[in-house]
């Protein structure tokens, strides 16, 4: 089982960075997938960015992508999701996840992963 502790969350105006932190301990699956996830109040889970383990391949939903930047530090047992150009529409609780996956294809599907993070809110204004 693993545990994964989110911060980095903050207010930040409109076209501003944050960058989230996620610190794994305990037992982590060979060639996991790591990710973070988002939900905004009365809608759904939805996949931001994942990272493939073994070879850091990335996977990136079309609302974030060019503007988020997910990458891992193995020696610290950290993942980043590094935001720039921040949009109102990104304000939503921000959790990182950890999972073995069958395929690449579900890197981006909640329901594929088995451990979550307590979340770190981000707001961004207008």
């Known amino acids: 089982q693993v545990q994964l502790v989110e911060s980095g969350g903050g207010s930040v105006q409109a076209g501003g960075s944050l960058r989230l932190s996620c610190v794994e301990s305990g037992y982590l699956a060979n060639n996991p997938y790591l990710a973070w996830f988002r939900q905004a109040p009365g809608k759904e889970r939805e996949g931001v960015a994942a990272?493939?383990?073994?070879?850091?391949?990335?996977f990136y939903s079309s609302p974030v992508k060019g503007r988020f930047t997910i990458s891992r530090d193995n020696a610290k047992n950290t993942v980043y999701l590094q935001m720039n150009s921040l949009k109102p529409e990104d304000t939503a609780m921000y959790y990182c996840?950890?999972?073995?996956?069958?395929?690449?294809?579900?890197?981006?599907?909640?329901?594929?992963?088995?451990?979550w993070g307590q979340g770190t809110q981000v707001t961004v204004s207008s």
């Open positions: 996840a950890a999972g073995r996956l069958e395929n690449w294809i579900y890197a981006l599907v909640p329901e594929k992963y088995n451990s």
């Open positions: 990272i493939r383990a073994g070879d850091s391949t990335t």
